[in-house]
Nanobody
Framework: QVQLVDSGGGLVQAGGSLRLSCVAS????????MGWFRQAPGKEREFVAA????????SYADSVKGRFTISRDNAKNTVYLQMNSLSPEDTAAYYC????????????????????WGQGTQVTVSS
């Protein structure tokens, strides 16, 4: 079993930055593909960013490309999402997710692909 704890959310003005963290426990992060998703009120959960367990592959939603960066530190069992140039449209609860049994260079962009989920951290961007 893998437990994921998301943190780093908060209230920020448009144009500002936040860095989300996701700490894994229960097993090493090193062979888990990781992803970040978000869900705004009344909307479905959507893909934001993903990183392969080898760290060589990353994927981003078009809406965040060039603004968000996903990274991982396997030694710290932590995945990060650096979010820059935030806009009110980025307001949502953000969730990290982990997927086991995957190849080293593969990223996953579908919610159904992931085995484990964090509890979510709220990001609110004011205009």
């Amino acid at each position: 079993q893998v437990q994921l704890v998301d943190s780093g959310g908060g209230l920020v003005q448009a144009g500002g930055s936040l860095r989300l963290s996701c700490v894994a426990s229960g097993r090493t992060l090193s062979r888990l593909a990781m992803g970040w998703f978000r869900q705004a009120p009344g909307k479905e959960r959507e893909f934001v960013a993903a990183i392969s367990w080898g760290g060589t592959g990353t994927s981003y939603a078009d809406s965040v490309k060039g603004r968000f960066t996903i990274s991982r530190d396997n030694a710290k069992n932590t995945v990060y999402l650096q979010m820059n140039s935030l806009s009110p449209e980025d307001t949502a609860a953000y969730y990290c997710a982990a997927k086991s049994n995957t190849a080293s260079g593969i990223t996953h962009t579908y919610t159904a692909s992931y085995n484990y989920w964090g509890q979510g951290t709220q990001v609110t961007v004011s205009s």
